[in-house]
């Protein structure tokens, strides 16, 4: 038995705390494989984990980290062998199963999916939850027909880390892109990525009207709410958007018009309890068609000791594109 590094969140007077400590191999939690971590990343969730502004943890101590990447250390599953690369997304790993801000995790073997040959360790978390559910959002649009001849995708949030990977795919897959951002000076940047057009998020945010103005066939949503549902109401008969986030709010104040009047779909989308032959298929998707060029520009390296004080930047939209974290 022994000791690892990790990130620790235990109760506290007045909501949580999350601190660099130490854990014994005896808490690691069931699983039949045990995985050496060696990247992670920092998502929307992580900083609500981290900073318990959401009930996202439900059971303490908790290690937070919703994704990792690393190499099998032991394993009692047929599936995998010691030396085997694995990347992990969600099912609950940071939030009922001890997580990715760790040296080591025990997890079970049917979560894993295999890390592709032409992905490195450190790419699968520059990519990591966020960029995986974009290639979420965007299989979903290709499954009800969308082509870059259907006309434009809006992506919202399009400065963080779900919306930078979207505007990155949809690009390099031909589509013309209108990114929706509250960050003006990220202009550049979108353009960079990608992002034909860039318009200001406050466009998006008043109260949606039930049919507004046709302006894009289809758009990936990371922020819910007002915005949502006026990206509903812009979009074209036929078109669909996939939804995945909740930046700017849980609610979604629409109307049926766009379903009933317009043939709008809603797509919804779920990364963490996603069929893993799906998330087969995002990942070889996401071999093939992001330009890793790009996703390297888009991601900043932190240190593990600065993990916790992300937490609160990532909230606050503070955070541009994708975040790695080395695993000591
Ligand atoms: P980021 O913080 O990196 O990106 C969110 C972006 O949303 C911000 O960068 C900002 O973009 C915009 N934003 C933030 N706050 C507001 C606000 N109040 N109003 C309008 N826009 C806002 O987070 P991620 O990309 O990691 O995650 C995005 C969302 O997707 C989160 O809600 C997350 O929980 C969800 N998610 C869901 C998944 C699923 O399985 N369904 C999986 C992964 C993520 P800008 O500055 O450009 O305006």
Redesign the pocket.
């Known amino acids: 038995m022994g000791t690892f590094k990790a990130i620790r969140i235990e109760k506290a007077d007045k909501g949580t705390r999350a601190e660099l400590s130490s854990f014994d191999d005896s808490e690691l939690m069931d699983g039949d494989v045990t995985v050496r971590v060696e990247w992670s990343t920092l998502?929307?969730?992580d900083g609500l984990a981290l900073t318990g502004k959401s009930p996202v943890v439900r059971r303490f101590p908790m290690i937070p980290g919703i994704d990792l990447s690393g190499t099998v250390e032991q394993s009692v599953n047929p599936a995998w062998k010691p030396g085997d690369r694995v990347i992990l997304n969600g099912w609950g790993l940071g939030e009922t199963h001890l997580g990715a801000y760790a040296q080591k995790a025990r997890v079970r073997g049917d979560w894993l999916v295999r890390l592709p040959d032409a992905i490195s360790a450190r790419d699968a978390m520059a990519i990591g939850?966020?960029g995986y559910?974009a290639m979420l959002c965007v299989m979903a649009l290709e499954r009800h027909g969308l082509t870059p001849q259907s006309g434009p995708v809006v992506v919202t949030?399009?400065?963080?880390?779900?919306?930078s990977v979207a505007v990155t795919i949809l690009a390099r897959l031909g589509y013309h892109v209108i990114a929706s951002?509250?960050?003006p000076a990220?202009a550049d940047y979108l353009r960079h990525l990608g992002a034909a057009e860039i318009i200001d998020?406050k466009e998006l945010?008043g109260p949606a009207k039930p049919l507004d103005r046709e302006r894009w066939a289809g758009g990936i949503d990371?922020?819910g709410s007002t915005?949502l549902a006026n990206v509903l109401a812009m979009t074209r008969g036929g078109g669909a958007v996939a939804a995945?986030?909740?930046?700017?709010g849980l609610d979604l104040p629409t109307s049926v018009a766009p379903f009933i009047l317009r043939g709008v779909c809603l797509l919804g989308?779920?990364?963490?309890t996603c069929p893993i032959a799906h998330r087969e298929t995002a990942w070889r998707r996401l071999a093939s068609d992001l330009d890793f060029g790009k996703l390297h520009e888009m991601t900043k390296e932190i240190a593990f000791d600065e993990i916790i004080a992300h937490g609160s930047k990532?909230l606050a939209?503070e955070?541009r594109g994708r975040i790695v974290v080395k695993i000591p």
């Open positions: 998502n929307y969730k939850t966020a559910t949030g399009a400065a963080g880390g779900v919306g951002t509250g960050r990220e998020r945010q990371s922020v915005t995945c986030g909740l930046a700017g989308i779920n990364s963490v990532i939209g955070v």
